[in-house]
C-alpha cells in the first residue's frame, strides 16, 4: 500500500518562511506529476502547484511568485517552498499526485500564519 506523509507545517508570521516536505513510500513518485493541495473549512480542496515528471511547474494566481514547488526522485520526496506567508495561506496542505488519485491522500499539514 501506498502512502503519502506530508511534513514540515507549523505557526509562523505573516512574511515569514516554511518549507513542507512529501515522502511517497514508493518509487511511483519519479513518473508521476505531482501537486500540492490545501484546504480550509468549508472550503474546496485546492492546488496551488504542480510539478511534472520533467520538473515543469505551474502555481495558483494566489501563490505566484511566493511558493516554490520541487522534486527530488532519488528520494521520493516533494517539497513546498512558501515564502512571504500571508493570513490566507492558512489552510492544511497535502500533496498527490495531479489530477490526484484518492487513495493517495494523506493526513496532511497544518500551516497557520498569524502574529
Known amino acids: 500500500q501506498v502512502r503519502v506523509v506530508e511534513s514540515g507545517g507549523g505557526l509562523v508570521q505573516p512574511g515569514g518562511s516554511l518549507r513542507l516536505s512529501c515522502l511517497a513510500s514508493?518509487?511511483?513518485?519519479?513518473?508521476?506529476?505531482m501537486g500540492w493541495y490545501r484546504q480550509t473549512p468549508g472550503k474546496e480542496r485546492e492546488l496551488v502547484a504542480e510539478?511534472?515528471?520533467?520538473?515543469?511547474?505551474n502555481y495558483a494566481d494566489s501563490v505566484k511568485d511566493r511558493f516554490t514547488i520541487s522534486r527530488d526522485d532519488v528520494k521520493n520526496t516533494v517539497y513546498l517552498q512558501m515564502n512571504n506567508l500571508k493570513s490566507e495561506d492558512t489552510a492544511v496542505y497535502y500533496c498527490?499526485?495531479?489530477?490526484?488519485?484518492?487513495?493517495?491522500w494523506g493526513q496532511g499539514t497544518q500551516v497557520t500564519v498569524s502574529s
Open positions: 498527490n499526485t495531479d489530477p490526484p488519485y484518492k487513495p493517495y
Open positions: 514508493a518509487r511511483f513518485l519519479s513518473f508521476a506529476a
Open positions: 510539478i511534472t515528471s520533467g520538473g515543469r511547474t
